[in-house]
C-alpha cells in the first residue's frame, strides 16, 4: 500500500495539457492527492477551461504565484505589478475571465505544509525569503544552495515551481522537487511529476511527460489576438509551427 501524490504547477492558461495530465492520471494509476503550485493563468488563453477542469477535483491543494496575484489585483481594481505588454496581457485575461472564479483565486496561500503518512511536504510557487517575497530565479540550482536555503526547514520535500524546467535534488534531509511548466513547452508535451509515499516510508519520484494536440491551442493565440502573442509563443512555445487552416 502506498499514497501517490502528483506534483503539478505553472498551468498557464493551458487548459488542452491540463486535460492531457489528468487523463494520464486516470487511465495509468490511482492519484490520491494533486499538489497544484500556482500560475494557473495567463500566457495561455484556456482561463476559464482551466479554473473548470481544477474546480471538478475535490483532492487538489493549492498556492499562488505571480500571475494570478496580478490579474486578482486588476479584477479588484487595483494596479498589476506587471509591465509593457506583459501587463497587457495580463489586462486581457482579467477582462475574458469568468467574475465566478474570484473568490476561488481569493483565498489560494503562498505556501502551505501538507503531511502524509508522516512526510512533510512545503508547497510554494518559489522560493520565500522572511519577507514572503519570491527570491529571483537561480537559473544554476544546486543540492548544496538548497540546503542552505531550507536549512532551518523541517519539510521532507520541497515542491516548486516558476522556473518552468524541471530541477530534481535528493539530499540527506530533504528532497526539492520541480516537475517542469505543465502548460508551456517548447514540444507538445505536457509535465507532471508522480510522487509515491511508502508504508515504510520511503519516497519514490517519477517525472512525467504527456504527449498532446496542442495544435488548437497554438492557433488561437492568433485567432483571439492575445496581447503579446508573439513574444509568448517565440519565448515559452519555441515558436512551433501553427497551422492556421
Known sequence: MQTNIAVI???HGNSAALKAVFADMENERQVDYIFCLGDLLAIGHETDEVLEDLQLRKNISYVRRNHDEDILRI??????????????HHYWIAKHMNKR?????????MKRKMTIRGKQFLLLHYHLNDQNQFHPIDTNPSLEKLDDLYENESADVVCFGHHH??????????????????GCNSKSIATYALVRVKEDGCIDVEMREVSYDNKEFLRKFYAYDVPAKESILRIFYGDQEIDYE
Open 9 to 11: 504547477t505553472d498551468i
Open 101 to 109: 472564479f474570484m473568490p476561488f483565486l481569493s483565498e489560494l496561500p
Open 75 to 88: 479584477l479588484n481594481g487595483r494596479e498589476p505589478g506587471s509591465k509593457g505588454e506583459v501587463r497587457e
Open 165 to 182: 524546467v524541471l530541477h530534481f535534488f535528493k539530499g540527506k534531509d530533504r528532497m526539492y522537487l520541480n516537475p517542469g511548466a505543465l
